[in-house]
């Protein structure tokens, strides 16, 4: 199977955009672009990220509490950032929770502490229990076909 292949047919799927961030050992504030996420289960309130084996925030973020931090248009460089590829000039603006550090301006945040994880071939999946969350009106960050787009545009988009 040609896997690139398979990634651009995966690309058809547009995503929501998130960043996951946790505090690390070092009480510095860690995150990973990630947008293989995905509610679960409303009773009990779970979520789930797909974090591939080889990025560092897979052994990073095992077993702590974190949050997923629903990007909002315009933070397409917070994207990046995450992503691994340094913003010059970017300010990301923290706020403390007890389950890890939130970005501000955020479309939504979930804050969740670790309830399961599963092998999901080269990938962990981290399932989170909900114990908070927040969010605001407004248009989001979206991922489609190797672009950012933000759901205000998506309609110009779609009719080139």
């Known amino acids: 199977m040609d896997i690139r292949d398979l990634r651009n047919c995966f690309g058809k799927f547009a995503t929501g ?3 996951v961030t946790w505090k690390g050992d070092n009480n510095q504030n860690h995150g990973i672009t990630v947008n293989s996420f995905t509610s679960v ?3 009990p309130p779970l979520v789930l990220v797909s974090i591939d084996k080889k990025a ?3 052994e990073r973020m095992n077993e702590k509490p974190f949050v997923i931090n629903i990007l909002a248009a ?3 460089a917070v994207a990046w950032q995450f992503a691994g590829k340094e913003q010059q000039g970017l300010q990301i603006e923290w706020e403390d929770t007890e389950c890890g ?5 955020s479309l939504a945040t ?3 502490s670790p309830w ?3 092998e999901g071939g080269d990938h962990v999946l981290f399932v989170g229990e909900v114990q908070n969350y927040h969010y605001e009106e407004g248009n989001s960050l979206v991922f489609f076909q190797g672009k950012f787009l933000e759901t205000n ?5 779609v009719k080139k």
């Open 101 to 105: 550090p939130l970005i501000k301006g």
């Open 41 to 43: 289960s409303l009773d």
């Open 153 to 157: 545009s998506i309609d110009n988009y």
């Open 74 to 76: 315009g933070q397409e």
């Open 110 to 112: 979930i804050e969740c």
């Open 17 to 19: 955009v998130t960043v």
């Open 116 to 118: 399961k994880e599963y």
């Open 56 to 58: 560092k925030a897979y």
